[in-house]
């Protein structure tokens, strides 16, 4: 949801031109400016309230009139596990167990999510934490048989073996190569100003 300070802007300056390049949101969910991390919160947080997908799966954040257009390290959205335990995005939305759809393992031992808004990578400091939140197929813990035979057979979404619970929720755990979670979820990395 755009600021309404934003909003205005937009309509008061509707030919600004586009920024490309110099924002990037990284592997755990920092948002890096000209290659330093953003540090002061009110920025951070007037980002986060204006961040937004364009129709060509770019994003973006609305800065005032102008839209700045993010590259990506890896997916649109970073999640991480709070003290409670609960899943919170890069933006500070807490997740319920409804929002999320779907969980993926990746070539590179990531943990992906889906979310109504996109596809999330797990923070990699949370991931021991989500393995204790695994089971395989009889309901069981996961054990490191478990996880080294589902990534050494590279199962497909439609033939999961393991599970997460989150929630009242349990999750098959699908496949994805690293290098198709682009195509796959439909979004772009690293946007570029039209020719």
């Known amino acids: ?50 961040y937004e997908c364009d129709g060509s799966g770019c994003w973006y954040f609305q800065n005032g009139p102008q839209k700045v257009y993010v590259d990506l390290d890896y997916t649109p959205w970073i999640i991480h596990l709070d003290v409670e335990g609960q899943f919170v995005t890069h933006t500070g939305q807490i997740l319920g167990d409804t929002e999320i759809h779907g969980a993926w393992l990746d070539d590179e031992g990531s943990m992906l999510l889906q979310l109504e808004r996109g596809i999330a990578l797990l923070n990699d400091q949370d991931l021991i934490t989500i393995l204790t939140r695994m089971v395989n197929q009889h309901d069981q813990p996961l054990t490191e048989e478990d ?24 999750m098959s755990v699908g496949w994805v190569e690293s290098k198709r979670v682009c195509e796959r979820f439909s979004f772009v990395q690293k946007p570029q100003p039209p020719e």
């Open 1 to 50: 949801m755009v600021d309404e300070r934003v909003k205005q802007a937009m309509a008061r300056w509707p030919t600004i031109p586009e920024a490309y390049g110099w924002l990037r949101l990284n592997r755990r969910g920092f948002w890096i400016l000209d290659g330093y991390p953003l540090k002061h919160q009110r920025t951070i947080e007037f980002i986060a309230r204006n």
């Open 147 to 170: 996880l080294s035979g589902f990534l050494t057979q590279k199962r497909s979404s439609e033939s999961a073996l393991i599970f997460l619970r989150y929630g009242r929720q349990k």
